[in-house]
Each structure stands twice: as C-alpha cells, then as structure tokens.
DNA sequence: CTGAAAGCGCTTACAG
DNA sequence: CTGAAAGCGCTTACAG
C-alpha cells in the first residue's frame, strides 16, 4: 500500500499531473471548477504532497531554523521556550517547521556549523539571545535570510526583533520612585549580552531624569559582572551590594532569575520586602508570580517576540530585496509585592 | 554559483556517484583506498548531501516527530522541554531532526493531524506526556514507529519510556516516616495522568508498609482532582486539607508545581514549614532549589528520558520487527528544607 | 569492490 | 487556463 501521489491525483481528476500542483501550491491560475474538482479529489484521498520531493524541485525547503545557546535553552528556558512557541505557531499557518538547534560558546567552522546549514536544509535562520558573533557573521556570509532576537551583533546590521529593553527599565526606575524609593542599585549578569546593557543605561537615565544622579553614577550602586545571568549572581550582588555599604533601599535586577537571587540574600539578611529594600526584575517568567514575595517585573511578551520573528522572516522570504528591519516588543510593567507590601497574599497563579 | 553535488565530487574523485553515495551513507563495502580519496575530496569542497534528495530516493526522512500537549508546552515547560533537549542532543548523534509540534485537548482527524504526520515527514514519533488518546489509537493504525514517554494508554500496547513514580513516591514517604512524620497527605491535579496515579498509588503502599493505614485509607487526608495539575490546584487542596481536619504534618505532592501552591497555602496560613507541617514533591525542576525554603522533591532525570526514547526510537526503526520495549527511568529523592529544617540556608542554585 | 541507470514525487519554465 | 517534459540530487537494486 504505497502512499498517493500527485499522479494519482491527476489520473483520477482526469486533468494533468501540473495542474495538480498548481492547485496544491496555491500558485498560478486554474479555472475554478478545475480547481474544485481536484480539490475534491485531493480531499477524498486525502493527499498531501511530500515536502521531500517539493523541496528538491523548488529548492525552497519550507524550514526555519531556530538558534539558540545551550544556556538559553537549558537554563533560560522559561524565556527562549516560549519565544520558540510563539514562532512554532506562526510558522504552522504557512506550513513552515521550525528545525531548533543549539550551539556552544565558541563557533568554529565546520565543525561547529548547525547541520540544519550545512544541509541547506532551512530556507532561514532565527537566532534568538545570545550566541557567538562568529556564528552571526557566518549566517551574514551565507546569504541566507536570518533574524537575531533579542540580541544583537556590535557592528553588524541585522533584521532584528528587540524588547523595550530601555524603556522597560526607564519605567521600573520610574515606578520606585514614585513610591518613594531614592537609593536604587542595579544588579545584573551577563552584561555583555546587549539587552541587560541597555536596562543598565534605561536604569540609569531614569535616575538621572529623576535627580538622582548620584545611584545613577555611583560605582557602589551597582553590581555588574561578565557572566550568565543567574540567580548565583544575583544572591553574590546583592550581598556585595548590602555589605559595601552603598545603603540602597531598592534594586532593579538584570532579570528575573537575577531577582530570586537577591530575594534569597535579602531573607539571608533578614530584610524586609519591600519594606527594608524593594525589588524589580525584568522579563515577568512565570515564577516571577510563585514567589515569597510575589515580583514586580517587566513583562515582556515573549510568545509575540517568536510570532514577530516568525513574520518578519517571510517578509524577508516573500521579499528578498526588502531593506533591514527591527521590530521593537513593548514591555509593561507589573507590580506585585516585591515594590508594593499593600497587594494581600493570595494563592493566585498566573 | 550553485551548490556542490554528489556529481561534482564524483567527478572530481574520479569515481561514480554510486560509490561516492556508499560512502557519504557509511554503508556497503568501498575499498579503504577508493573511501580516502573520496573523504578527502568531500573534506576539501566542504560537500553535504541535501537531506529533501536522500529523502525522495530512500523514503526515510531523517526526522523524528515529537508531540507535546498544549499545555506541557506552555505551562509545563520545565518539565517537557528539558526532556525534548534530551531527545535533540541524542538524534543529533546519527544527523536526525526533531519536529515538535503540539496539540490541544481533542483529537479529531483529519484536521487535527500534525502536518509531519500528514506529509509523512518523520520516521517515527516520541509523544511526551498527556495527550488525547484518539492520537494514540491514530498512531498506532498508522503502522509508524512511536514511543510514549511518561504517559501511557490505558488499553493499548506501546513502546514506552516511563519513571519509576510508584518508587519515588514510596521512597519519598518512607523518608518522611523516617524523619517522624505520621499523618502523611496527598495533594495532586490531573489523576488521569497515569505517572500522578503511579505516585499516588506508591505513597498509599508506603504507608500500609508503615503501618499508617489511616493516612493510606482515608480520603480526609487526600486531595485527587481531575485537572492539569498547577499550582492553583496545590493551594486549593492544601486549604482544603487544613480545613477539613485531617491534621496532617506532612504531604506529597504530584508534582513540584502543585508543591509550589502548597508552600504558598501554609505560609498564608503561618505554618512552620517543615516544622508544622513537611513537604514533598516530585520531579525536581528548576525552581524547587529556588522556593523558600527548598523544596524536598523526587528527581527525575528528563535530560536522560528523552535520551532513551530517542535511544528506543533508533532501535525500532533499525530493528522493525522488534519487541516492544518499556524502560524505566529510575528517580533520587533529593532532600532539602521543605522537610529537613537542619539544612543550612544558602544561595546556591541548581 | 565499483559503475550505469532507473526512479523517488514533486515544480517549473515552456508551449499551446 | 492546461499539458508534456525536463530536472532537482540523491539511493538502490542490478550487473559486472
């Protein structure tokens, strides 16, 4: 029992083998009773064409592949798993699937080359966070369509699909402010992946256009190391940060997982939160609402940055001579216990 | 400048394409001699076969399709995509793919067949935790290779890769009953889920084998629901147990998000944790070595659970007649605060 | 151990 | 708007 093909399709439609392509790919012009008839011999068939064989004759693969670094997707994974979720399911309404792949700190070629490139197996490549330059520069000589997620190379131009990096650190500064806060310190790992770069410098012209020079400029306020952002980092910052005296009464942390980190230290401490120090994070995973207290975060919508990267990339397919692109994700702002002691307990989960 | 084929390096080897196939496919005899000649010439102009063409000629894909429900995907992320990782690292071993896909609460073909599926895409099928039946049975008629991982059917015979639930959760309320705990509870979502069932069952065993018949009997001290199990669902019945008056002074959870909503229950309630009450929970994700206090669980390997269903696949798919096959992945109790109030507090994460 | 040739199931100009 | 035919780049019996 051999599966239909495309010739039977056309045998039992009396109509030729070209035609019935032309009705499955959706391409060119067919009368519409043709095209009803065949369809309603393809449905009865139930056939589906093989994406082998399209591929080899149309030399488009109907793949997209997605990279990611083996921290980003064991550690970080509740960020990356649902940007990839997000892109799985906008590239399921063109019957695109999306290969995933991770790669290592350093990229040599060949040996280091994703397989799903060396096979030209992916009509695109999306590569979402971190990842070494050496791979960027490689997908830019390969001429293949790609798109970077939040991330970006330092010199090379790439499509892009970013966060409000900036601006959500602007309004977190902004919200503890309001609430009295004056002595805000900043705590944040990995800070040469672009994105924490930018909340540090959203952090900091918060403070400035709030007047608080000082936490702004203030070496002692802050907490910045070359590492991946961990919640390690976070419990070492923050105990750097308390016993240097520096006397903050509030932190805004890198991201989220950086935040569990420093709300360890602070119970370690015995501080109060909010009271004694309020804490921010960035990112708003879903533990960020499972914790004691609760934190207040800036959400960024991860699931739209996969479905964004997704569009952009078939833009790119659809159009190939299309100019440069960046998508900017808006962030919002969540405040939860860790800022606001009045919020009540409750056992609400996201 | 096209890409270089099987052609070109036939040529330029000065061999037939035949031979320069047995070579790149590792199969058939070629003579050392003829094979290095070959290699080099591969090495040199940096050739890989395209995957679509190998696919048309062979009927094999190279692919390995991989179903996850919905919600596993996106709520349960922690738990599953570490298992797929698993499954990724190991196909890349022998140059497979992982399609994933998802799929909702029902099942109902044609439409909702997964396109690999529909467009015969893979060559076997790793289906990761609850998923409608009605797929199963669909599978199962299709004649593909497929394993279930952590989720079996109630009346169908499948390969399977499951944990050892009814075990860890014995050893779990053992260890409990060793540290003096003798009203033990239960708190768990999504009873039809056959690895919560197993647990369940495991700890009424502990218990008749400790004598605690009570606890094992009495649904007082028990909280079974038909739902997903969140962490809503572990707080719910966390209140529930406290108000109903069972008395318990301990409880294991289904899983460690249902744990994560009892933590939050007894804090709401200002229990002393483990001192009032101790809790237990089961699979070991990420977070648990992140709660306050950490959270004694049962820890399960899913890097290695998607290492041997892919290990599994392989087998079916070299071995088509093949037995059926279940391997049980064995689980470590891992003790922390939540039921050992001794253990120092720290930072450190997993 | 190696080569010639058919064939996998589509798409795509090219005619008509 | 539709059809005939070449061709995509491999693998696989089949000879030798």
Redesign the interface.
Known sequence: MS?ITIKDIARIAGVSVSTVSLVTSNRGYVSDSTREKIQKVITKH?Y??????R??ASGR?GNIGFILSDFH??GS??FY??VF?GA?MEA?KR?F??????VGDSFEP?VDVP??L????VDAVIIAGTVPKELIEYLHELQLPYVLVDFRHPSLKSNLVMIENYTGAFEAVTHLVEYGYKRIGFVGGSSFHSSIKERFRGYQAALRASGLEKAAEDGSFHYLIEEEA???IG??GM?DLLDRGSNIDSIVCGNDTTA??C???L??RNKNIPEDIAVVGFDDIV?AN???PTLTTVHVPKLEMGIQAVRLIFDLIDHPASNLQSRIINTELVIRESTNGSIS?S???S
């Open positions: 599966r139930n589906y064409p093989r994406q082998s064989a591929t080899l693969t997707f064991s994974e509740f798993s649902r979720l799985e399921r019957d699937y999306i290969l995933l792949t991770t060949p397989r799903f060396k096979g030209r197996d961990t919640s390690q419990f070492d105990i569990f980190g709300l360890q230290a119970k370690l533990y499972e914790t004691d307990e056992g609400e989960s």
